[in-house]
């Protein structure tokens, strides 16, 4: 698996769980994703919408469309991250 799909994973994780993330909790949680920005962009781009905030220099960024969660689940097939849509065939995939 590519470092950049290790980090995306973990960021997917943490999305589902608490529906934000904010740079410095991801800087101390998981001190190799140095670019949220670039993984929260490659999020909008199959999808996920978020809100930013900016809370004395802490971005947060708030999933504000949980419908992604109910549509695609993440999976890993030989080293690559994929959103698969739930209710089809894995053969549907979107790479992340």
Do not use: H
């Given at each position: 698996?590519s470092?950049y799909?290790s980090?995306?994973?973990?960021i997917l994780?943490?999305?589902?769980?608490?529906?934000f993330?904010?740079?410095?909790?991801?800087?101390?949680?998981?001190?190799?994703?140095?670019?949220?920005?670039a993984?929260i962009?490659d999020?909008?781009?199959?999808?996920?919408?978020?809100?930013?905030e900016?809370k004395?220099?802490?971005?947060k960024?708030?999933?504000?469309?949980p419908?992604?969660?109910?549509v695609?689940?993440?999976?890993?097939?030989n080293?690559?991250?994929?959103a698969?849509?739930?209710e089809?065939?894995p053969?549907?995939t979107?790479l992340?």
């Amino acid at each position: 698996m590519s470092k950049y799909n290790s980090q995306k994973s973990r960021i997917l994780r943490k999305l589902n769980k608490d529906f934000f993330v904010t740079r410095n909790e991801c800087l101390s949680q998981f001190p190799a994703i140095t670019r949220l920005v670039a993984l929260i962009c490659d999020l909008r781009k199959i999808g996920y919408e978020f809100d930013t905030e900016d809370k004395n220099g802490d971005y947060k960024y708030i999933w504000t469309n949980p419908k992604p969660k109910e549509v695609f689940e993440v999976v890993e097939k030989n080293g690559i991250i994929l959103a698969v849509k739930k209710e089809e065939e894995p053969k549907q995939t979107t790479l992340l």
